[in-house]
Structure formats: C-alpha cells, structure tokens
C-alpha cells in the first residue's frame, strides 16, 4: 500500500514564489511611483503658478493698473509669503534658463492675499524653505506688462512657468 503525502514539494513552492516576485516587480514597474509623486508635485506647481499670475491679474485689473508691490521690469524676484527679507540672498532660478543666480531681489505679495485675490501665497511642494518666507516661485515682469511666474523646482526637467 502506497501512503499519498499531502503538501506541496519545495520545486513547487520555489516556482510559485519566482511567479509571484516576477508579478511584483512587472506591478511595481508599472505603477512608477516616483514618476506619479513628480507628475502630482507639477500639477500643483501649475495650480499655484497660475493662482498667484491670476490673483495678480485680478488685483492690478480691479485697481485701473496700480500693481499690488512695486517692481520693476527686467528684475526676476523671488516670491516671499510674508515681508522680504532684508540684505538675504538666496538663489532665485532665473525664468526659462532654470539655472540658479544669487539675488536679493524678494517680491511679498502679502496684499493679493490681504486684499482677497488669493487665499495665501502657495510654496513649492518639494522646495526646502531657508528662513520660512521663500516660496520657490518667481515673478518677473517685462516692459509691456507682462507677467511670469514660474517655478524653480521641477520633475524631469519640465518648465513650470506661466505668462498672463
């Protein structure tokens, strides 16, 4: 009489755990965390962006022109969520080069928020805040009045920037 052993041998259970490990890693690949997490952190630099150039827009428009701070053309400023620091200098991405540059050049748009035409001043997601005021985005007008606000940081080398 032949005893029938009940279980599974170690070649089988060898194969279905290089079967299962083989359908992790094809899931893993796939699903790209860190792509979703840089695509999520751009779509809110582009919500910030525009929020901050349509609160501006809004502002200058509901004030026949007056600008909510002085600026002046040519100057690329970093953005500031509270009074600029005085005499500090950070490194300020300067519009579509993306390389940064030493400036002092600080821009509060405290009034666009005190005045209602944005909630609060929006900091970049990923960007490291020195003296709690910096807010990773930069503002620059040219001499027609137009304006740009961008982003220092991005995901895979896609520039973040908007022109109202």
Do not use: H
């Amino acid at each position: 009489m032949q005893i029938k052993q009940k279980g599974f041998t170690l070649i089988e259970l060898i194969i279905v755990i290089a079967i299962i490990a083989l359908l992790a890693a094809a899931t893993f690949v796939a699903v790209n965390p860190a792509k979703r997490i840089g695509d999520a952190n751009n779509a809110q630099r582009w919500a910030d962006i525009s929020a901050i150039a349509d609160a501006w827009q809004t502002y200058t428009a509901d004030n026949s022109g007056t600008t909510a701070t002085t600026v002046t053309n040519g100057v690329t400023y970093s953005i500031t969520s509270s009074t600029p620091p005085s005499g500090a200098a950070v490194n300020v991405c300067q519009g579509n080069t993306g390389n940064p540059t030493t400036t002092s050049a600080f821009v509060s748009l405290v009034a666009l928020r005190t005045s209602g035409y944005i909630g609060q001043i929006p900091s970049d997601p990923t960007y490291v805040v020195g003296d709690g005021r910096n807010t990773g985005y930069y503002f620059y007008t040219d001499s027609t009045g137009a304006v740009k606000v961008g982003s220092c940081e991005t995901y895979n080398t896609q520039n973040v920037e908007v022109v109202r």
